[in-house]
């Protein structure tokens, strides 16, 4: 009797089992479009790794330019990003993973395959400098090579070797963009080409400064003040340090489940535990814009400070005096490189809540967002920086800037991945098409 009792529920397990394999089949070929086994753009999951090396942060506070990369990161190339004229969203759509770029950010924790400063092997390097936000690092990545193989067609450019400097950084604006300049320059580094893609950063991170009274002119806060907090522990808050937790909590859950998804054989394991890290993911992700939104504890001996607002509110419009200020960043770029005779290129990018776009429903539902903490400074700053271009003084000894606002109006191609402003490689290369016109324009002779 215990024999057949035994065997009975053994056969049940493997019918159940067979059953369950059956289901997550479907399942995933339903979501994928793939058998499972025979699928070769099976998504990897690759461990979350902030915690690297036991640190809290891959981050590190510069002295002179506020938040950066520490060295010797890998950089990768996000898979939505990656994809060409679609929208890949996330645990729904067959696509490949992260692309590995083969190198790691720089001496400085920039996403550059050099070091800086460079100094040019021969007289036929052409080395061009990439300045601005998170935007501005992707197009490093995914619009400047479009970019120098159109310079390359051109005859002044024959027997030319383009050398790229990325020296974009998510969160940065202005000033910052003009102080790495300036440093740069003055530890010798020379160009024979500066872009500068700005806009949204100023009009959207400026505004979140001045929400916490920090003037508008200090670095983002929403990128800073998780390294003061962590700097300086007097401006943790108790709601920061559960959210710091919370954060490490969702991070390990993650990395444990990628551990399983990376060795798993079986389908229907596969699909219940994506679908499971899926959740833990966007909770993760959730926690980190919650951790960011947080204001940190205004302790008075803590030792990082910020300049409070310098104008009164109610003397000068918020976004009025970011223009100026946003105005004078690059003026001050461009006087500094016309000085060495180097062109500046400077665009001011495009975003997804301002223009005449017209989004599909999948773009609409990941690039549109009435809650995102971007969507308010770019509607009301967006139109004070667009004003600003068209009142350029004649001082201003031929800046020109591009307003590529409406870059994407026409495109029929998804070119947003998120809901803040960063683009699909159909974006960089339209965007790497109006640099191009720009630099050309600065330089008939090209």
């Keep these: 009797m215990l024999k ?7 056969v049940n397990v493997l019918v159940l089992a067979g059953l369950a394999e059956v289901t997550g089949l479907a399942v995933y070929y339903y979501q994928h479009g793939w058998l499972f086994y025979l699928n070769p753009y099976r998504a990897t999951f690759a461990p979350v790794g902030e915690s690297t090396a036991g640190r809290i942060t891959d981050m ?3 002295p002179y330019f506020g938040p950066v990369h520490r060295a010797g990161l890998p950089v990768e190339i996000p898979a939505a990003m990656d994809a060409p004229g679609k929208v890949v969203a996330s645990g729904t759509t067959a696509a490949p993973a992260n692309r590995p770029l083969g190198f790691s950010t720089n001496n400085f924790g920039f996403a550059s395959p050099y070091d800086f400063p460079y100094v040019k092997k021969d007289a036929r390097e052409f080395v061009v400098g990439i300045f601005g936000g998170s935007v501005a690092a992707w197009f490093c990545q995914l619009g400047v090579p479009r970019l120098l193989d159109q310079l390359a067609k051109r005859p002044a450019f024959q027997g030319r070797a383009f050398v790229p400097l990325c020296l ?7 000033p910052q963009q003009a102080l790495l300049l300036t440093y740069f320059l003055l530890r010798g580094q020379r160009f024979d080409l500066v872009i500068n893609i700005d806009g949204l950063n100023e009009v959207a991170l400026a505004g979140l400064n001045d929400e916490r009274g920090v003037d508008v002119s200090m ?8 390294l003061r907090d962590l700097i300086d522990g007097t401006t943790l808050t108790p709601e920061k340090v559960q959210s710091l937790a919370a954060i490490d909590a969702h991070r390990q859950r993650m990395n444990a489940v990628a551990a399983w998804l990376s060795r798993t054989p079986f389908a229907s394991v596969f699909v219940v535990l994506e679908r499971y890290y899926r959740i833990e993911e966007a909770r993760y992700q959730a926690e980190r814009v919650r951790f960011a939104a947080l204001p940190s504890a205004r302790a008075a001996g803590q030792s990082a400070l910020f300049v409070t607002p310098s104008i009164p509110r ?3 419009p918020l976004y009025d005096e970011i223009a100026g200020l946003w105005l004078r960043g690059s003026l001050t770029m461009h006087d500094a490189l016309a000085a060495q005779g180097v062109p500046y290129v400077h665009v001011l990018q495009p975003n997804q809540y301002v223009g005449s776009r017209r989004f599909g429903t999948d773009e609409a539902r990941i690039a549109l967002n009435p809650d995102s903490p971007f969507k308010r400074g770019a509607e009301h700053g967006y139109p004070r920086l667009t004003a600003a271009l068209g009142a350029l003084p004649v001082s201003a000894g031929g800046l020109r800037i591009v307003d590529a606002t409406h870059a994407f109006d026409t495109e029929p191609a998804p070119v947003y991945v998120d809901d803040c402003c960063h683009y699909t490689a159909r974006g960089n ?4 098409d109006v640099v191009l016109g720009a630099a050309l324009a600065s330089r008939p002779e090209w």
């Design 168 to 174: 974009s950084h998510e969160g940065y604006k202005q």
């Design 60 to 62: 590190g506070l510069h």
């Design 314 to 316: 109610g003397e000068k």
């Design 4 to 10: 057949r009792v035994l065997g009975l529920l053994a």
């Design 429 to 432: 290369e339209i965007l790497a």
């Design 219 to 226: 670095p983002s806060v929403m990128h800073l003040d998780g």
